[in-house]
């Protein structure tokens, strides 16, 4: 079994920047692709970005690109969410989540973490 935990929310003012991190415990997540969704409240998760166990592919959201990294530390067992320019509509509960394939699809995911809030204010 896997267990992810998020760290590294709070609260940063608009056009502030913020990392996020995940750590994996349990199994290795070494040789699973890693996503981050968000969820802000009265509204369904979406997908934020997601890498392959190798690193060689990434995925993110179109509204996301260049604001937002996606990287992991496979022997640490880690995965990270840098966030920049974040706006007041990026406020939401950020999780991140492990499945076999990389995919934007909240329901390919086998494991999530119990999310961590950030906060942006304007």
């Known amino acids: 079994q896997v267990q992810l935990v998020e760290s590294g929310g709070g609260l940063v003012q608009a056009g502030g920047s913020l990392s996020v991190s995940c750590a994996a415990s349990g199994r290795t997540v070494a040789n699973y692709a890693m996503g981050w969704f968000r969820q802000a409240p009265g509204k369904d998760r979406e997908f934020v970005a997601a890498?392959?166990?190798?690193?060689?592919?990434?995925n993110y959201a179109d509204s996301l690109k260049g604001r937002f990294t996606i990287s992991r530390d496979r022997p640490m067992n880690t995965v990270y969410l840098q966030m920049n320019s974040l706006q007041p509509e990026d406020t939401a509960v950020y999780y991140c989540?492990?499945?076999?394939?990389?995919?934007?699809?909240?329901?390919?995911?086998?494991?999530w973490g119990q999310g961590t809030q950030v906060t942006v204010s304007s």
């Open positions: 890498m392959s166990w190798n690193e060689r592919n990434t």
């Open positions: 989540a492990g499945a076999t394939k990389i995919d934007s699809v909240p329901s390919s995911y086998d494991y």
